[in-house]
């Protein structure tokens, strides 16, 4: 492979390139000098045994960069280190230099100057990961007639280094107890490998414990690292100046603007995690600010201190409690977006805010709204000129409330509130009116564990929408097993923990979720048997446990896989007692976040006309695979870093009692679909396939037994599924 050229330009010659291999640089000696460095460099070059030109001005594009010899870490990792990267694609870069700039990418091109900057990164990182004897090589294989090359770091790691000894200098001021700390929970320990992100992270650990434990001034003078000649062994050497320790001083509070109200100071002392005279801690200074602004009647409220000088004697540290108010008074307008019940809903509302309501810093909430379910399947003609309110592709539920949220409750962790409602709830054939009152506790036990403490008294009255039976004849013609669509007065109480890890509200790459809840119904009624005495109640217990788990699977976290998993299961208790479970409490399947193969409460028992009617037992569960397969694409008409695509597997089913569980009809579900990222998190649209259908005779229950697109469920909504 070669191509000649005949030139008088500056020729620059590299016996060191197999065949003789001759360079040629125009215009300018430095560059000469470049292509000089980079065949030295590149001495393992695949080349012919012909005469080679390469010119300045020419762009041989990157076709592929590899790693060999990269035993202890995987190309994605490496390829993370290193700015050289394999050209797009020829149809994204034709977008971006034919059509448009805003479109595609640009080709990437060899750069020599960017090999030797890559190399020095590389070593870098080896070295920083306890490889010190590590040698790294490169190769490039050129195509003249396609002006692309082919490169590869050749690596070899040599052997790696392990921490023996670990020090700690400078500690030996600081007062007994902060010390116990320091060295109760270190980030390295003895005879693991040496890895600089460990030592970064253990000294600022250890800068972390002196600044919450009253050493504001704390400083690191110096991390050394020494290394035996002949031994591949570490010792890490940290030296610390802790300063003086100090206490909190006083404490002033400065309101900015009065909004129609005032707030006692009281309140705002009540929510800091200090007061004067404590040890000086960063992390309750910060604590502080998170309950103030949580307080939600803040627009900002920043902590500020002074630190004394060198010069400054005295060991305490004021603060100043910077705050700014927001109205007392509020009307706010809704636009309601959300994936309740599984199914895209859409509609308005308007609410209506009273903050310090009675002082204590109580917030008094009025809030009025409407809501339409599955939009996309409404049949607005048929609503208009047939069926009205009665027709079954109408759903939706009108919301109408009073909330009154109590900010703190004996500790500033935790919280109360205490709201009534009226609900109106439309399903198909079916609809229900709540008249719901509920106190509820919340404490949060870390930054990430919740706990929830609710008590439920509600009268719920189903009405069965069926011009079929008169309304006055439904409650008699009900069989025994349907009579969970009788009004019932319930007292419910639940308590629900919850852990969240994950690293994004919105759209979680990484970490966990994990909540479990558990309810009773009936002990208020069987205490005060009148409240019952007219309207039948249920007493039952509902155990529910969900977990989604998220794994990046690529060091960029353009690839990142979701698991979900939710099982529940409700029993009766009373042996006197057999009014089942109210049918808003019962488990239903299917829909956007659910089984994606079926529409919302599709899946699961159904009565004798075929209406979902719910369960008392769900296994559910999702597979996702979200990849960002189209970025390189530019930005013109949307941002295509923003555009997900999706693969998923579904499986899951509801079980009118959990005795009758059977793996044989646990449904399957697959499809694909496609997210765009917004302010408010992703946009959604799902195509759902049903898999495996066991409510199917056995010769149509799989997919490639029915017509593919027979049975497609199209999903919408905001956030992911999961």
Same mark, same amino acid.
């Given at each position: 492979?070669?191509?000649?050229?005949?030139?008088?330009?500056?020729?620059?010659?590299?016996?060191?390139?197999?065949?003789?291999?001759?360079?040629?640089?125009?215009?300018?000696?430095?560059?000469c000098?470049?292509?000089?460095i980079?065949?030295?460099?590149?001495?393992?070059?695949?080349?012919?045994?012909?005469?080679?030109?390469?010119?300045?001005?020419?762009?041989?594009?990157?076709?592929?960069?590899?790693?060999?010899?990269?035993?202890?870490?995987?190309?994605?990792?490496?390829?993370?280190?290193?700015?050289?990267?394999?050209?797009?694609?020829?149809?994204?870069?034709?977008?971006?230099?034919?059509?448009?700039?805003?479109?595609?990418?640009?080709?990437?091109?060899?750069?020599?100057?960017?090999?030797?900057?890559?190399?020095?990164?590389?070593?870098?990182?080896?070295?920083?990961?306890?490889?010190?004897?590590?040698?790294?090589?490169?190769?490039?294989?050129i195509?003249? =007639?396609?002006?692309?090359?082919r490169?590869?770091?050749?690596?070899?790691?040599?052997?790696?280094?392990i921490?023996?000894?670990i020090?700690?200098?400078?500690?030996?001021?600081?007062?007994?107890?902060?010390?116990?700390?320091?060295?109760?929970?270190?980030?390295?320990?003895?005879?693991?490998?040496?890895?600089?992100?460990?030592?970064?992270?253990?000294?600022?650990?250890?800068? =972390?414990?002196?600044?919450?434990?009253?050493?504001?001034?704390?400083?690191?003078?110096?991390?050394?690292?020494?290394?035996?000649?002949?031994?591949?062994?570490?010792?890490v050497?940290?030296s610390?100046?802790?300063?003086?320790?100090?206490?909190?001083?006083?404490?002033?509070?400065?309101?900015?603007?009065?909004?129609?109200?005032?707030?006692?100071?009281?309140?705002?002392?009540?929510?800091?995690?200090?007061?004067?005279?404590?040890?000086?801690s960063?992390?309750?200074?910060?604590?502080?600010?998170?309950?103030?602004?949580?307080?939600?009647?803040?627009?900002?409220?920043?902590?500020?201190?002074?630190?004394?000088s060198?010069?400054?004697?005295?060991?305490?540290?004021?603060?100043?409690?910077?705050?700014?108010?927001?109205?007392?008074?509020?009307?706010?307008?809704?636009?309601?977006?959300?994936?309740?019940?599984?199914?895209?809903?859409?509609?308005?509302?308007?609410?209506?805010?009273?903050?310090?309501?009675?002082?204590?810093?109580?917030?008094?909430?009025l809030?009025?709204?409407?809501?339409?379910?599955?939009?996309?399947?409404?049949?607005?003609?048929?609503?208009?000129?047939?069926?009205?309110?009665r027709?079954?592709?109408?759903?939706?539920?009108?919301?109408?409330?009073?909330?009154v949220?109590?900010?703190?409750?004996?500790?500033?962790r935790?919280?109360?509130? %205490?709201?009534?409602?009226?609900?109106?709830?439309?399903?198909?054939?079916?609809?229900?009116?709540?008249?719901?009152?509920?106190?509820?506790?919340?404490?949060?036990?870390?930054?990430?564990?919740?706990?929830?403490?609710? %008590?439920?008294?509600?009268?719920?009255?189903?009405?069965?929408?069926?011009?079929?039976?008169?309304?006055?004849?439904?409650?008699?013609?009900?069989?025994?097993?349907?009579?969970?669509?009788e009004?019932q007065?319930?007292?419910?109480?639940?308590?629900t923990?919850?852990?969240?890890?994950?690293?994004?509200?919105?759209?979680?790459?990484?970490?966990?979720?994990?909540?479990?809840?558990?309810?009773?119904?009936?002990?208020?009624?069987?205490l005060?048997?009148?409240?019952?005495?007219?309207?039948?109640?249920?007493?039952?217990?509902?155990?529910?446990?969900?977990?989604?788990?998220?794994?990046?699977?690529?060091?960029?976290?353009?690839?990142?896989?979701?698991?979900?998993?939710?099982?529940?299961?409700?029993?009766?208790?009373?042996?006197?007692?057999?009014?089942p479970?109210?049918?808003?409490?019962?488990?239903?399947?299917?829909?956007?976040g659910?089984?994606?193969? %079926?529409?919302?409460?599709?899946?699961g028992?159904?009565?004798?006309?075929?209406?979902p009617?719910?369960?008392?037992?769900?296994i559910?569960?999702?597979?996702?695979?979200?990849?960002?397969?189209?970025?390189?694409?530019?930005?013109?008409?949307?941002?295509f870093?923003?555009?997900?695509?999706?693969l998923?597997? =579904?499986?899951?089913?509801? %079980?009118?009692?959990?005795?009758d569980?059977?793996?044989?009809?646990?449904?399957?579900?697959?499809?694909?679909?496609?997210?765009?990222?917004?302010?408010?998190?992703?946009?959604?649209?799902?195509?759902?396939?049903?898999?495996?259908?066991?409510?199917?005779?056995?010769?149509?229950?799989?997919?490639?037994?029915?017509?593919?697109?027979k049975?497609?469920?199209?999903?919408?909504?905001?956030?992911?599924?999961f």
């Amino acid at each position: 492979m070669h191509n000649h050229r005949n030139t008088g330009n500056l020729l620059c010659r590299n016996g060191g390139v197999s065949g003789g291999g001759r360079v040629v640089i125009r215009n300018s000696f430095a560059l000469c000098v470049y292509a000089v460095i980079a065949f030295l460099v590149l001495s393992n070059t695949p080349l012919t045994a012909q005469d080679i030109y390469i010119y300045a001005e020419d762009n041989f594009t990157i076709r592929s960069v590899r790693f060999e010899g990269n035993n202890s870490f995987s190309d994605a990792v490496l390829r993370d280190v290193v700015g050289i990267e394999k050209s797009p694609s020829r149809f994204t870069s034709w977008l971006n230099t034919k059509v448009s700039a805003k479109l595609g990418r640009q080709p990437n091109y060899f750069d020599v100057i960017q090999v030797g900057e890559d190399l020095a990164r590389l070593k870098v990182f080896y070295e920083g990961n306890g490889f010190f004897n590590v040698s790294i090589d490169t190769s490039l294989a050129i195509n003249f =007639d396609q002006q692309r090359v082919r490169f590869a770091f050749r690596i070899d790691e040599g052997e790696r280094w392990i921490i023996r000894n670990i020090t700690y200098k400078g500690l030996d001021a600081i007062d007994s107890l902060t010390l116990q700390k320091i060295y109760e929970k270190p980030e390295i320990e003895i005879d693991i490998p040496y890895q600089i992100d460990l030592v970064e992270r253990e000294f600022q650990r250890i800068l =972390d414990v002196l600044y919450n434990n009253g050493y504001a001034k704390a400083a690191i003078d110096s991390v050394n690292v020494e290394f035996p000649r002949h031994e591949p062994e570490a010792s890490v050497i940290m030296s610390f100046t802790p300063g003086e320790q100090f206490a909190f001083g006083d404490i002033q509070v400065n309101i900015e603007e009065d909004r129609g109200h005032s707030v006692s100071p009281e309140i705002i002392y009540r929510m800091l995690e200090y007061k004067t005279g404590d040890t000086y801690s960063l992390a309750n200074r910060s604590m502080s600010e998170r309950n103030l602004n949580r307080l939600g009647i803040f627009e900002s409220a920043k902590i500020d201190i002074r630190i004394p000088s060198s010069d400054d004697t005295t060991r305490v540290i004021p603060s100043i409690v910077n705050l700014r108010l927001r109205s007392k008074h509020e009307i706010t307008p809704e636009i309601l977006v959300n994936d309740e019940n599984n199914a895209f809903n859409i509609g308005l509302g308007v609410g209506y805010s009273n903050r310090n309501f009675l002082g204590g810093a109580r917030i008094l909430t009025l809030r009025s709204r409407f809501r339409v379910q599955s939009v996309q399947e409404l049949q607005l003609v048929r609503v208009l000129n047939e069926n009205g309110w009665r027709d079954p592709s109408l759903l939706g539920a009108i919301d109408i409330g009073l909330e009154v949220r109590q900010p703190y409750i004996f500790t500033t962790r935790t919280s109360g509130r %205490w709201g009534v409602s009226y609900i109106l709830e439309k399903h198909p054939y079916v609809q229900y009116t709540l008249l719901r009152n509920r106190i509820g506790v919340n404490h949060q036990y870390s930054s990430t564990t919740y706990g929830i403490l609710e %008590w439920t008294l509600e009268r719920v009255s189903p009405r069965t929408l069926d011009d079929e039976i008169p309304p006055e004849e439904i409650d008699r013609q009900l069989p025994p097993d349907r009579r969970f669509e009788e009004p019932q007065f319930n007292s419910i109480i639940a308590f629900t923990l919850q852990r969240d890890r994950t690293d994004d509200v919105f759209s979680p790459t990484q970490g966990f979720f994990h909540s479990g809840t558990i309810e009773e119904g009936g002990v208020l009624p069987v205490l005060f048997s009148y409240l019952g005495e007219h309207l039948p109640y249920s007493q039952y217990i509902k155990t529910t446990f969900t977990g989604r788990w998220y794994f990046p699977l690529d060091i960029r976290r353009n690839h990142i896989l979701g698991l979900k998993l939710k099982a529940g299961y409700a029993t009766l208790y009373s042996k006197d007692n057999d009014t089942p479970i109210p049918i808003h409490r019962r488990f239903f399947a299917g829909g956007s976040g659910s089984v994606r193969g %079926w529409k919302s409460r599709q899946l699961g028992p159904v009565d004798e006309r075929d209406r979902p009617i719910g369960g008392m037992a769900i296994i559910e569960g999702n597979i996702e695979s979200r990849i960002n397969i189209v970025r390189n694409l530019g930005e013109f008409p949307i941002d295509f870093n923003k555009l997900w695509g999706v693969l998923f597997l =579904d499986f899951g089913n509801v %079980w009118e009692y959990g005795s009758d569980i059977r793996p044989q009809e646990i449904a399957l579900a697959t499809g694909f679909g496609l997210r765009y990222n917004t302010l408010i998190g992703p946009m959604r649209i799902d195509f759902g396939f049903k898999l495996y259908d066991p409510d199917q005779p056995a010769h149509r229950q799989w997919l490639f037994d029915r017509p593919f697109f027979k049975d497609i469920a199209i999903h919408f909504g905001i956030g992911h599924a999961f």
